[in-house]
């Protein structure tokens, strides 16, 4: 029995050998140029592949910038060509011009999804509002940028998030800043007030629901 099962193996071998080492031949090619790429993802400090969605604020003054959910593009947008896709027009940015050039017809996928996810985050406040407990409403504006400038310590994609009314009414002046690399934030909402008001379609609102 034993020879007879390696006897078959041994003519499985002998009819597909040519297709092994060609598939072998690929996966070891393929590990290689990942290899590459993740090394050199890594001494350019970009990253590509991921979304971060990032709260901008103005409390006392100062800007704030904080993390508020960070993943694999992938897992947001649920589709390899919608990613790569989103990935080709984010690299058409250039310092001053943050934002990701999307076509006006796929705007609302891309935004959709960044709602979803925040939506999903922040459900706690829907449950109390519906519960009828006291909460407090808070509108949010969503816009998919990837900045370019020299100063930027890693670019990545990022869904900046920004109160409404602070978007609406930016001060005049550059508030303090946390970190002397958020000077290239300011610029980035100074340019995604410019662009509510001239292509709203590159926004999309979320309203978050606070509890007391």
Same mark, same amino acid.
């Given at each position: 029995?034993?020879?007879?099962?390696?006897?078959?193996?041994?003519?499985?071998? @002998?009819?597909?050998?040519?297709?092994?080492?060609?598939?072998?031949?690929?996966?070891?090619? #393929?590990?290689?140029?990942?290899?590459?790429?993740?090394?050199?993802?890594?001494?350019?400090?970009?990253?590509?592949?991921?979304?971060?969605?990032?709260?901008?604020?103005?409390?006392?003054?100062?800007?704030?910038?904080?993390?508020?959910?960070?993943?694999?593009?992938?897992?947001?947008?649920?589709?390899?060509?919608?990613?790569?896709?989103?990935?080709?027009?984010?690299?058409?940015?250039?310092?001053?011009?943050?934002? +990701?050039?999307?076509?006006?017809?796929?705007?609302?996928?891309?935004?959709?999804?960044?709602?979803?996810?925040?939506?999903?985050?922040?459900?706690?406040?829907?449950?109390? @509002?519906?519960? #009828?407990?006291?909460?407090?409403?808070?509108?949010?504006? +969503?816009?998919?940028?990837?900045?370019?400038?020299?100063? +930027?310590?890693?670019?990545?994609?990022?869904?900046? +998030?920004?109160?409404?009314?602070?978007?609406?009414?930016?001060?005049?002046?550059?508030?303090?800043?946390?970190?002397?690399?958020?000077?290239?934030?300011? #610029?980035?909402?100074?340019?995604?007030?410019?662009?509510?008001?001239?292509?709203?379609?590159?926004?999309?609102?979320?309203?978050?629901?606070?509890?007391?």
């Amino acid at each position: 029995m034993l020879t007879e099962f390696i006897r078959a193996i041994s003519e499985e071998l @002998q009819d597909h050998w040519i297709k092994i080492l060609t598939a072998a031949a690929f996966m070891v090619v #393929g590990w290689y140029f990942g290899r590459r790429r993740e090394r050199r993802d890594w001494t350019k400090r970009e990253f590509m592949d991921r979304l971060n969605i990032s709260l901008n604020q103005i409390t006392d003054g100062t800007l704030r910038i904080r993390t508020l959910i960070e993943k694999d593009a992938e897992e947001i947008f649920l589709n390899k060509h919608a990613v790569k896709t989103l990935q080709s027009h984010a690299l058409k940015t250039a310092p001053g011009k943050p934002i +990701v050039p999307i076509p006006k017809d796929d705007c609302w996928y891309f935004l959709n999804a960044v709602l979803n996810e925040i939506s999903e985050k922040y459900s706690a406040g829907q449950i109390a @509002q519906e519960a #009828g407990l006291p909460v407090t409403p808070v509108t949010f504006l +969503v816009c998919l940028t990837n900045e370019a400038e020299g100063n +930027v310590r890693t670019r990545k994609m990022r869904a900046m +998030v920004v109160r409404k009314d602070l978007l609406l009414k930016l001060p005049p002046e550059m508030p303090k800043l946390e970190s002397p690399n958020h000077k290239t934030r300011w #610029g980035t909402l100074q340019a995604m007030a410019k662009a509510y008001a001239e292509t709203p379609h590159q926004f999309c609102e979320v309203d978050i629901i606070i509890p007391r």
